[in-house]
């Protein structure tokens, strides 16, 4: 995600969280972050409020226990009319292909009001029904397609 804002031009500081020592390694090699911190997104993120213009979280909603408590994280850390771009594993008619790996997946409406009660107006919703690829938990040879929905949100004012 980094590489991708700064090759459109995005000058600003870059932070980047995981819980993943190796994989905050593979993304300081980047050196397209300014710094990063590993950090369990299922607690009170460590940034003063209104700290960031954006926030992007890709590929990781689907792993929290508290997706509620991340948001209202999220709202916290963004400025006024701040946006959050947002991944979560979309819920569709079948089984949850990966329930078994414990991802959770999550419906247009649920999203929409989870973003809603913490603070959010969505500004744009979009769903790749193959954002990747895993072999299925009935028949390893087999792959199985993951559908993703993209939110793009704005922070609403007065609303930390
Ligand atoms: C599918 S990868 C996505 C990585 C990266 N965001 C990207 O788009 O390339 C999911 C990442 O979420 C991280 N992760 C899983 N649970 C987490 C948690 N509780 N707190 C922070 N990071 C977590 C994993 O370590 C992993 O790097």
Same mark, same amino acid.
């Given at each position: 995600?980094?590489?991708?804002?700064?090759?459109?031009?995005?000058?600003?500081?870059?932070?980047?969280?995981?819980?993943?020592?190796?994989?905050?390694?593979?993304?300081?090699?980047?050196?397209?972050?300014?710094?990063?911190?590993?950090?369990?997104?299922?607690?009170?993120?460590?940034?003063?409020?209104?700290?960031?213009?954006?926030?992007?979280?890709?590929?990781? #909603?689907?792993?929290?226990?508290? !997706?509620?408590?991340?948001? /209202?994280?999220? &709202?916290?850390?963004?400025?006024?009319?701040?946006e959050a771009?947002?991944?979560?594993?979309?819920?569709?008619?079948?089984?949850?292909?990966?329930?078994?790996?414990?991802?959770?997946?999550?419906?247009?409406?649920?999203?929409?009001?989870?973003?809603?009660?913490?603070?959010?107006?969505?500004?744009?919703?979009?769903v790749t029904?193959?954002?990747?690829?895993?072999?299925?938990? #009935?028949?390893?040879?087999?792959? !199985?397609?993951?559908?993703? /929905?993209?939110? &793009?949100?704005?922070?609403?004012?007065?609303?930390?």
């Open positions: 995600m980094a590489k991708e804002l700064r090759r459109s031009g995005m000058k600003g500081n870059i932070v980047g969280l995981d819980i993943s020592v190796g994989m905050l390694q593979r993304a300081f090699e980047t050196e397209c972050y300014s710094s990063v911190i590993c950090h369990d997104l299922d607690n009170d993120l460590p940034f003063t409020s209104a700290k960031f213009d954006i926030v992007t979280c890709c590929g990781a #909603t689907e792993m929290l226990s508290n !997706v509620d408590h991340f948001l /209202a994280q999220l &709202r916290r850390m963004l400025s006024d009319d701040g771009w947002i991944t979560f594993q979309y819920k569709t008619d079948s089984p949850n292909p990966i329930a078994h790996q414990g991802m959770k997946e999550y419906s247009k409406s649920e999203i929409e009001r989870m973003m809603t009660r913490n603070g959010f107006e969505l500004l744009n919703f979009t029904q193959e954002a990747y690829f895993l072999p299925s938990p #009935t028949d390893k040879s087999k792959l !199985v397609a993951i559908p993703f /929905a993209m939110v &793009r949100a704005k922070a609403l004012k007065n609303n930390k």
